[in-house]
């Protein structure tokens, strides 16, 4: 069977940094209903993986692809359908909650104010939607963030250490969007530390060292 | 369901001016230069004003290039340094729009303000009244293009941590055609002769940065991401 075919698939892909060779052919298959767990030591490259597959850094060597097509060739239609959310939250702290969610989702999507309102009441911060970001906290900035993940209707999911802070509360409910995002179909690529725990056709692969 | 390019450049613009004037120092700042960096040569030269009518032109404009390189520097840098340049350059809508329209509303801010206050500071400098269009003509295509210019710039130092500097290396030397010929056309309109050629010239850079700059840019701004 060529699981490549229905979703994302990365074969032998190396980086090098300067001298480093961070990816040392890594290879991996996502497909809807399907996460993927990438852990592993600091510096093992996680992030750059996740960098390569969202199409930001081109790999020295290997092949990404999306729908059976290498990703270079339709580089703006696939980078359309995914939602990337980096380790730091990416907000503008001199705009809105609201603001920065219509200004980086409505790039992607025709989108209505309420149905931005209601992602973020999804994720627990509708009272933050009309603060500037600068006065967020760190989780509530975490928490926009997924708000602006969930608003872009993406089929992929690409998330860097999403559980960084966020309470306990905030991981339960980082889990269950995680779970309710697979369970309609989606595919989800997150990068984290510690085991998740979130009931669906979950794999893992271990960057070690 | 799908953005168009026209209303995804309006979204983008939309933002730059949303966050412009949230930060109205940093929209000022090149404005005050400006003034200030004229006013002081009239100080600072002798008290005739056939001497410094001699002077305005070159004054002037290389007051507008001094003014709008402060800016320049900040075009990618601040959506770099908070990660918003990732996401804009994921968001599906190609980076070469983002740049142009990311740098289209920076000359709104800078060079098209400097543009409308550019007659107080021509009549500080004794440009007569009838050399003010020609004047506010060629600073506007001058510098447009030299956020065009700049954009090339900032895109290949967003990544350096004192990249003003450099930037600064960068444009000014590629500016300097920009200088000869804006300082001409404003010297020929204070003279009462005809500023055509001189206009013309700068029409002619302007309608080529535009058309070539922004891809120069986005491969540079490529090349930083990674």
């Known amino acids: 069977m060529n699981a490549t075919a229905d979703g994302l698939s990365v074969e032998k892909v190396h980086v090098w940094r300067g001298d480093r060779h961070v990816l040392k052919g890594v290879s991996l298959n996502l497909g809807p209903r399907q996460l993927l767990h990438v852990s592993g030591p600091n510096g093992t490259g996680k992030t750059t993986l996740l960098r390569v597959v969202c199409g930001l850094l081109r790999p020295e060597q290997g092949l990404v692809s999306w729908l059976g097509t290498s990703i270079a060739s339709v580089r703006t239609e696939y980078q359309a359908t995914l939602a990337y959310a980096s380790h730091e939250p990416a907000l503008k702290a001199d705009l809105t909650a609201l603001e920065n969610l219509r200004f980086a989702v409505g790039l992607k999507r025709r989108v209505t104010v309420d149905e931005l309102r209601s992602c973020l009441e999804r994720t627990g911060v509708a009272v933050c939607a009309d603060l500037p970001a600068r006065v967020l906290s760190a989780g509530q900035r975490r928490r926009v963030a997924m708000a602006r993940v969930l608003a872009m209707n993406a089929s992929l999911w690409l998330l860097d250490e999403p559980f960084t802070n966020l309470d306990g509360a905030g991981a339960d409910l980082m889990s269950g969007l995680l779970q309710s995002h697979v369970e309609q179909g989606g595919a989800a690529l997150v990068v984290a530390h510690h085991d998740l725990k979130i009931d669906v056709d979950m794999r893992r692969l271990d960057l070690g060292p | ?226």
């Open chain 2, 1 to 226: 369901m799908n953005v168009g390019a026209l209303e995804a450049f309006g979204l983008v613009v939309r933002r730059e001016l949303c966050l412009s004037f949230r930060r109205p120092d940093q929209l000022l700042q090149p404005l005050v230069f400006f003034l200030i960096v004229t006013t002081l040569f009239p100080l600072g030269l002798s008290l005739q004003l056939s001497l410094l009518r001699d002077m305005a032109p070159g004054v002037l404009w290389v007051a507008a290039l001094l003014s709008s390189l402060l800016s320049l520097d900040a075009l990618f840098k601040s959506d770099a340094d908070d990660g918003t340049l990732e996401q804009l350059a994921l968001s599906g809508q190609g980076l070469t729009l983002i740049v142009v329209a990311k740098t289209f509303a920076h000359w709104l801010v800078t060079g098209a303000a400097l543009v409308l206050v550019s007659p107080i500071v021509g009549t500080a400098l004794g440009i007569p009244g009838s050399a003010f269009a020609t004047m506010m003509l060629s600073l506007g295509l001058g510098t447009l293009t030299l956020s065009w210019l700049g954009a090339i710039g900032a895109g290949l130092t967003v990544g350096l941590r004192r990249g003003n500097v450099l930037l600064s290396l960068i444009v000014l030397p590629l500016a300097m055609p920009l200088l000869i010929f804006g300082a001409g056309a404003t010297d020929r309109a204070i003279s009462g002769v005809s500023a055509t050629g001189a206009l013309y010239f700068l029409a002619a850079l302007c309608v080529f940065t535009c058309t070539l700059a922004p891809f120069a840019a986005t491969v540079a701004l490529r090349i930083t991401l990674e």
